[in-house]
């Protein structure tokens, strides 16, 4: 499912979880995070390992974050070519 608005559009299977928004043409783009959920801690190793292979840089390996959540929150974060900060993560519910 796809919503588009002006210069906005959503992203998603039922409802947009994903926004995207065109920047001003005087505006340079700035780096942004974006997180990616796991469906386990396996995968986020593999994202990581995956993304280093392909050029991406080391940004916090993978590992339990306790600082970010009372239940286990596993993640890794890498920084893409063009300085963005992804995401994957494994939060047990």
Same mark, same amino acid.
């Given at each position: =499912? ?58 916090? *390996?993978? *590992?339990?974050?306790?600082? =970010? ?25």
């Amino acid at each position: =499912m796809i919503h588009a608005h002006d210069r906005l559009i959503g992203y998603a299977s039922d409802y947009p979880y994903l926004w995207l928004k065109a920047l001003p043409e005087d505006k340079a783009p700035t780096p942004t995070h974006i997180a990616i959920d796991a469906i386990d801690s396996q995968s986020v190793d593999e994202f990581c390992y995956t993304a280093l292979k392909v050029g991406g840089k080391d940004n916090g *390996g993978p *590992g339990i974050r306790p600082e =970010m959540s009372r239940q286990p929150y596993y993640s890794a974060f890498i920084y893409d070519p063009d300085g963005n900060n992804i995401e994957a993560v494994c939060v047990k519910k």
